[in-house]
């Protein structure tokens, strides 16, 4: 496969990339079981890294993250 991600890269984004990856592979490979569960890690993933934003935000700007919600 080959491919690789900047090594400067966020965890969680290399994750991401690797997942998408994964993905991409399976569904050429007509796997629908194994793509549903890297779907379910990529929206885990991508709820956990906008949780994180919100928490960094709220550190800056309280008021903003008021209005939001973190679930």
């Known amino acids: 496969m080959g491919r690789r991600v900047p090594e400067n ?3 969680t984004d290399a994750a991401v ?3 998408t990856w994964a993905l991409e592979e399976l569904e050429q490979l007509d796997h629908p079981s194994a793509a549903h569960h890297v779907r379910v890690a990529l929206d885990d993933l991508r709820a ?3 949780q994180s934003e ?3 935000l709220a550190d800056v700007r309280p008021d ?3 209005k939001t919600r973190l679930s």
């Open 9 to 11: 890269l966020p965890l």
């Open 17 to 19: 990339q690797y997942l």
């Open 48 to 50: 956990h890294k906008h």
């Open 54 to 56: 919100l928490l960094k």
């Open 64 to 66: 903003l993250v008021a």
